[in-house]
């Protein structure tokens, strides 16, 4: 069984994979445990270049990132870390769990847990085209949370969370509300919770009116769609479903 097929999104992988590229060369670049859940969170790249959506011309491709999430830790442990962290990650079902069994070796570190499920995160490819001096860049993530929250508050609105524990407790199933002077803004995610509050700032609303938060203007997530269909299956787009 591949790596990929036991991870809850695997077409995250398969839409720019043919075939799926193995982890036997993974060079981790960060890991961040969370409470949330419990969670840890490992990215790396491997240099294996997509063969279904092929790089734009003029780009060269250097390496592709992967963020993987597991989630429900049961099981952690971290011995050694070094400057390189260049070696094998594997991903196998837990025998006694059910869950996943994941393991990462390398001559600088190793890392090993069980987690109930695993899913793709993220992936994204770097090309030649990237300059080394560029200027800020972000991207979504559980690290950015914490500033999130802490936005909102300098901004006034008081936080809170709502919804009932999951299954084991924790806070996985809750959702994140700012409130202030009888606004109510809610979100998944502390990220989404971010866009509401930017939303809000730009209208100033003073009634809660249907539709406040309506920017009027062409369809982005259309134009944008063409755009992208454009750039990876040609000028005729998107083949139909």
């Not at 070796?105 to 190793?110: H, L, P, Q």
């Not at 609303?205 to 750039?231: S, T, V």
């Amino acid at each position: 069984m591949s790596w990929i097929d036991l991870c809850e999104n695997p077409s995250a992988i398969t839409f720019y994979y043919a075939t799926p590229p193995d982890l036997d060369l993974f060079k981790v670049i960060e890991i961040d445990a969370m409470h949330y859940s419990p969670s840890l969170f490992v990215t790396g790249t491997i240099s294996t270049p997509p063969d279904k959506r092929p790089i734009p011309e003029g780009q060269g491709f250097l390496a592709t990132a992967l963020t993987l999430s597991f989630w429900n830790l049961s099981e952690m442990s971290l011995d050694g870390w070094g400057a390189s962290n260049e070696g094998t990650l594997s991903l196998e079902r837990h025998a006694d769990s059910g869950g996943i069994a994941f393991a990462f070796r390398s001559e600088d570190g190793n890392f090993r847990g069980v987690s109930r499920s695993v899913m793709i995160d993220g992936i994204s490819f770097r090309t030649s085209s990237e300059t080394t001096e560029r200027g800020p860049r972000l991207f979504s993530h559980r690290n950015v949370w914490n500033s999130c929250l802490l936005l909102a508050r300098a901004k006034g609105f008081t936080l809170r969370m709502i919804g009932r524990p999951d299954e084991r407790g924790g806070m996985s199933e809750c959702r994140w509300q700012a409130t202030k002077a009888g606004v109510e803004l809610t979100g998944y995610t502390p990220i989404e919770l971010a866009g509401l509050i930017a939303l809000h700032d730009y209208h100033q609303p003073q009634r809660g009116e249907p539709y406040w938060w309506k920017i009027d203007g062409p369809d982005l997530m259309e134009e944008l769609g063409n755009k992208w269909a454009a750039e990876y299956y040609g000028p005729s787009g998107a083949p139909a479903p």
